[in-house]
């Protein structure tokens, strides 16, 4: 089971920290110490899990197998599947477990670290495309007044008013409109606010609950809704006025932004908001049109406001 390292006197000596798998296993023991999100955990593991997987397609069990060319030849494979994005987020965990490898001196002194040598997949810079506010509004005329309905429409509302999902129900201030987002990027906590619409919404689900669950987006079963649930009752409501493109719930996080920064709200405060820690993930989200500049530039002209 574990990695094949020496003989000795013709007896076959195994050391477990050359074992790809044991290896994958600690690193994500080391992730989930440090208090890192659910998300991210699930994030890692499943791409971890992939690249296990093609390793084993080559009979390759040990770290110590691992070359730069193997790893580039992992890249050009998962290129053939995935998009852009998709390239640099298998490349992203596989980088970052090496590096721990390395940090933490598990493998030989002689072992060379072969990600090093090489370079992160291109990632594309273009603008996401947001759903569009005339979809969400065709969406919630979809939300009858019953259970199913009234939930569905406050989390559409939840989610466009403030660009997060993952919300704690004790963590919701109704009065004030604030929440607190504990699980967001690297658990670093951060305030994020509901308008007085998404607050009524959000008072007319609750009056259902009768549960005990500390998640404020519940499934049927009272559990928290996953963002592979969230994905299906979004899909199940496009499907019934017929919307070409399926929305997801990154779609209205990047409605949120794009929204956001239209109606004047600062940029570094948008930054704070999402909970980004660079202002390049946040380019992304920001898919401004033309009109959007012309619209920036009459608001602020130097000439027309100075002068």
């Known amino acids: 089971m574990c990695a094949l390292n020496t003989q000795d006197q013709g007896i076959i000596v195994l050391l477990q920290q050359d074992y790809l798998p044991i290896l994958i296993e600690s690193f994500l023991i080391d992730r989930r110490s440090q208090g890192l999100s659910p998300g991210t955990i699930e994030f890692y593991t499943k791409k971890l ?9 080559f009979a390759l069990t040990q770290a110590s197998q691992l070359t730069s060319n193997f790893i580039r030849r992992y890249i050009l494979e998962v290129s053939e599947t995935h998009n852009p994005g998709g390239v640099h987020a298998c490349f992203r965990p596989l980088r970052t ?9 598990i493998m030989p002194p002689e072992w060379k670290n072969p990600i090093r040598r090489v370079k992160a997949p291109k990632l594309p810079t273009d603008p996401i495309e947001p759903i569009q506010i005339e ?32 919300i704690n129900l004790e963590d919701v201030d109704l009065a004030t409109g604030a929440v607190m987002i504990r699980q967001g990027k690297g658990r670093k906590p ?56 399926i929305p997801t719930p990154h779609d209205f996080r990047r409605a949120f932004a794009l929204v956001m920064l239209r109606n004047g709200v600062d940029i570094f405060a948008l930054q704070k908001l999402m909970g980004h820690s660079d202002l390049q993930i946040l380019r992304r989200y920001l898919a401004q049109t033309d009109q959007d500049i012309h619209t920036a530039h009459m608001r602020g002209s130097p000439v027309d406001s100075n002068l």
């Open 49 to 57: 899990k992939y690249f296990q997987q093609y390793c084993e397609g």
């Open 135 to 166: 979809e969400i509004q065709q969406l919630l005329k979809t939300c009858q007044n019953n259970y199913f309905g009234v939930r569905d429409k406050a989390m559409m509302l939840g989610l466009l008013d403030t660009g997060a999902r993952n």
């Open 97 to 105: 477990m090496l590096y721990w490898i390395e940090e933490e001196e």
């Open 190 to 245: 951060r305030m994020v606010f509901l308008g007085r619409k998404t607050i009524r919404a959000i008072r007319g689900y609750l009056r259902y609950r009768k549960d005990n669950s500390p998640a404020l987006w519940i499934s049927t079963q009272g559990e928290r809704m996953t963002y592979s649930a969230l994905r299906c009752f979004l899909r199940r409501r496009a499907e019934r006025i017929g919307l070409k493109s």
